[in-house]
């Protein structure tokens, strides 16, 4: 499985090793491994240690509350961390997507440019929360620019990464997508009840 790390919209972030994070691991991770006795009987593979801090940090995202620890630890073989300085800008209005992110720790504004062009705050993305997701579908241009208000850590799932989970694991990459759909009507619902305030004022 080759990972493809190399993306021009990341390049102004820091890539993380999950080996140097310090992160909480959860009950079910405990569980998931057994024992430490069982932990020595049956070493980790190389790697295995990186991917089972990932998916301890990644547990808590709303996006994969549904999917069993067995699913998150798979899906974070696919997934790289990064850093972003405060002001960092994640990507820009009409840049091609290839990724989506999880911001772990920190905040994020999503900002998008009105008739004037002038940048207005759409929404604040905090920890747990996803943004970036129609990228993963459809691959068109970002329809808003997203930029570090405070130094954050992000979990990032390339599309291309994506395309190799629906030829690795095509029932995990079904999962994914359903909660992408899921994540995005929710939205679209959100927004036609903002437009119909609007609207009736």
Not at 64 to 82: M, R, T
Not at 128 to 144: F, Q, W, Y
Not at 152 to 170: C, G, H, W, Y
Request: hydrophobic fraction near 40%; glycine fraction near 6%.
């Amino acid at each position: 499985m080759a990972l493809n790390t190399e993306k021009s919209s990341l390049a102004s972030l820091e890539l993380l090793e999950p080996g140097k994070l310090r992160a909480e691991f959860p009950e079910r991770r405990q569980q998931a491994l057994g024992t430490a006795q069982e932990r020595r009987q049956h070493p980790q593979q190389p790697g295995t240690a990186s991917s089972d801090r990932i998916a301890a940090m990644l547990e808590n995202a709303q996006m994969f509350k549904d999917l069993e620890w067995a699913q998150i630890e798979a899906l974070s073989g696919y997934i790289q961390l990064y850093r972003a300085a405060p002001g960092a800008v994640l990507f820009r209005e009409g840049d091609k997507g290839d990724f989506m992110c999880i911001v772990l720790e920190g905040k994020l504004e999503v900002r998008k440019e009105d008739n004037q062009h002038v940048d207005k705050v759409v929404t604040t993305v905090f920890p747990g929360r996803s943004l970036g997701e129609m990228t993963i579908v459809d691959g068109e241009p970002r329809s808003a620019t997203a930029v570090a208000v405070a130094s954050s850590t992000l979990a990032v799932l390339t599309q291309e990464n994506f395309l190799l989970i629906m030829r690795d694991k095509p029932a995990l990459s079904a999962k994914l997508l359903l909660k992408i759909a899921q994540l995005l009507s929710q939205r679209l619902r959100l927004t036609s009840g903002i437009l119909v305030d609007y609207l009736e004022n």
